[in-house]
């Protein structure tokens, strides 16, 4: 699966939903923040759904991945059941 090429913009905006899932932003400088807010603010109504998109598929991928490890492990333990 191809990753999808992003922008500075959108790369940025990823870092602040991480920030804000974690509650890292609340140690963001006020400059940062406000300068967010702006950049956000600013934004297009495409640059924001590609935003969107971009953190859907980004959480996809990942729960995608932890799903087929926790299968690939459930496979591993019963063929080591079945060997016993």
Known sequence: MPKT???AFQAD??????A??????????ADRMALMLWRIEAASAA???GVAHLFIVEHLRAAH???LAL?????????G???Q
């Open 5 to 7: 090429q992003i922008s």
């Open 13 to 18: 905006v990823l870092d602040l939903l991480q």
């Open 20 to 29: 804000c899932k974690t509650g890292a932003v609340v140690s963001w400088p």
């Open 47 to 49: 640059e924001m759904a």
């Open 65 to 67: 991945s932890a799903k």
């Open 71 to 79: 299968l690939k492990a459930q496979a591993a333990a019963l063929g």
């Open 81 to 83: 059941e079945a060997q």
